[in-house]
């Protein structure tokens, strides 16, 4: 059993920044895939992006290319989520997830954390 732990929303300006960070525990941290999904209200929850077990590989949502960036340190069982010129159609819940291999639905992801609200709004 995976426990992951998102931290690190709140409220942002447009145009702003916030680093989201996930903590694993109960399980090995390397052997995942780790990625970040979204959902806001009355929306599906989307993939944002993922990250392969070495952190060699990335992939995002078209979305959020090139304001975003997903990153892991598996020594200390960490993935964060760099988010930068934040628009306010990126206010969501934000949600850490742990995979066996590449998979943009949710349905594909094995583990999942509680999520942590990003709200960016003037």
């Known amino acids: 059993q995976v426990q992951l732990v998102e931290s690190g929303g709140g409220l942002v300006r447009p145009g702003g920044s916030l680093r989201l960070s996930c903590a694993a525990s109960?399980?090995?941290?390397?052997?995942?895939?780790m990625n970040w999904f979204r959902q806001a209200p009355g929306k599906e929850r989307e993939f944002v992006a993922g990250i392969t077990w070495n952190g060699g590989s990335t992939y995002y949502a078209d979305s959020v290319k090139g304001r975003f960036t997903i990153s892991r340190d598996n020594a200390k069982n960490t993935v964060h989520l760099q988010m930068s010129s934040l628009k306010p159609e990126d206010t969501a819940v934000y949600y850490c997830a742990a995979s066996y291999g590449y998979r943009s639905s949710p349905r594909g992801m094995a583990y999942w954390g509680k999520g942590t609200l990003v709200t960016v709004s003037s």
């Open positions: 109960g399980g090995t941290f390397s052997g995942y895939y």
